[in-house]
């Protein structure tokens, strides 16, 4: 029985059995392995970033022509808004001219101007030929000045100190005035050398000179600058009442209060030559710095890192806008509300880009004044109200209406 059993147990293992054992994986297993990357998967992966190559250059030409026609149609929009405004501008100065006890006509008020630009003779009698060109037409072309120095000082303000509230007297520039104007006037300051205007203009000046070393000397940020401006102010409006209470008449006081709050009745053209040239060199300070006023809104780090100077830019604004103010100022007064609201308003037709939103603001400012003066002096004839009484009653509403629309938009 033992010799039968051996060669059962040796046939077990047979020898067919270890290259079925190998046969199973080598035949399929390498083959598929190595034909799955190298026939199909290779080719795709070098395939799948060239298929979308070619498109590339027609839609960076596509983008290309896209940013061209959205620069168009930005300067159409600012052409149209500045043609649109300056002649708005030019028609509301003939017409609010035209406006008075006096009647006079657009004709007139066309003869008059051409004649003393050199036009050929007026055709108006003396009387009418002064009224407006001596009397209206000065204190309506001060009006528009005003308006529009005071709506450029308040747009560069808003953005340099990023503070929706900031205007132009921000800098206690029109406190000073006060205080210079009410020194000549009430306490006869320069000896009878120094004029109203005069002693307004150094008030504001040496309000200013206060601010930028109060404000230095903190830290010099916006907001130290803004603090600063209200101490000055404060200050100066605390000299101007203790001296109008201690000194002045009851005419004198009178007088004082009303050019206080903004007067454009002393308007002559030498006040209209000044303001007008101090304008058009802010300006074009103004308008050099677009690109920076733009880097500001993002705050002064990110104006740093753009490589805006951010010290010496604010500070050539600030005096560029400070000396503006006080010009302003010194011939008409402290006129409120023009530099605060109008800026607001613009942006909604310009957005935020100074190289637009300046321009356009100086105009709307112009003609804003040019009918609030308008108003002032016909409103309650023959007694003249103030305009930054007007302003003011106008100003208050317009910003309130600004407040809620800004909340909807955001």
């Known amino acids: ?87 708005a501008l030019v028609l509301s100065i003939a017409v609010a001219v035209t406006i008075g006890p006096a009647e006079i006509s657009t004709g007139d008020v066309w003869a008059a101007v051409a004649a003393h630009l050199g036009g050929g003779e007026s055709t108006l009698t003396p009387l009418r030929d002064g009224i407006v060109w001596n009397l209206r037409m000065p204190r309506t072309v001060l009006a528009a000045v005003c308006g529009a120095g005071l709506a450029l000082c308040g747009a560069v303000m808003q953005s340099l100190l ?102 454009l009745s002393g308007a002559d053209w030498d006040q209209v030559l000044l303001c007008a040239a101090v304008l058009a060199a802010v300006l074009v300070v103004c308008l ?20 805006v100077h951010v010290g010496r830019a604010r500070l050539v604004l600030l005096c560029a806008t400070a000396l503006l103010t006080a010009v302003l100022v010194s011939c008409a007064g402290a006129i409120g509300f023009v530099g605060l609201v109008l800026p607001h308003a613009t942006r909604a037709l310009t957005g935020s880009g100074h190289a637009r939103l300046l321009p356009v603001t100086a105009l709307a400012g112009a003609v804003f004044l040019v009918w609030v003066d308008t108003l002032a002096r016909t409103v309650v004839d023959p007694q003249e109200v103030p305009v930054g009484v007007v302003t003011a009653l106008i100003g208050v509403p317009a910003f309130v209406a600004v407040l809620y629309r800004e909340r909807r938009k955001a």
């Open 1 to 87: 029985m033992s010799a039968p059993s051996r060669p059962d147990a040796l046939s077990e293992p047979r020898v067919p059995s270890a290259p079925d054992a190998l046969s199973e994986p080598d035949a399929p297993s390498e083959p598929d392995a190595l034909s799955k990357p190298d026939d199909r998967s290779a080719p795709d992966a070098l395939s799948a970033p060239d298929a979308p190559s070619e498109p590339d250059v027609p839609s960076a030409q596509a983008a290309v022509a896209l940013e061209g026609r959205a620069k168009r149609q930005v300067r159409a929009r600012l052409l149209l808004l500045t043609s649109g405004g300056l002649a």
């Open 288 to 307: 050099g710095h677009a690109t920076t006023l733009d880097a500001f809104a993002f705050g002064e780090e990110a104006a740093a890192a753009l490589g």
């Open 162 to 263: 990023r503070n929706p509230l900031a205007d132009p007297f921000v800098l206690g520039v029109s406190s000073g005035a006060s205080t210079g104007a009410v020194a000549v006037v009430v306490l006869g300051a320069g000896a009878g050398a120094l004029s109203l205007s005069a002693g307004a203009f150094i008030g504001a000046l040496l309000s200013f000179a206060m601010v930028l070393l109060l404000s230095h000397t903190l830290g010099g940020s916006p907001d130290r600058v803004v603090l600063s401006g209200v101490a000055a102010m404060q200050l100066f409006s605390a000299l101007t009442s203790f001296t109008v209470l201690t000194s002045a008449d009851a005419e004198t006081t009178k007088g004082v209060l009303f050019w206080l709050l903004g007067s």
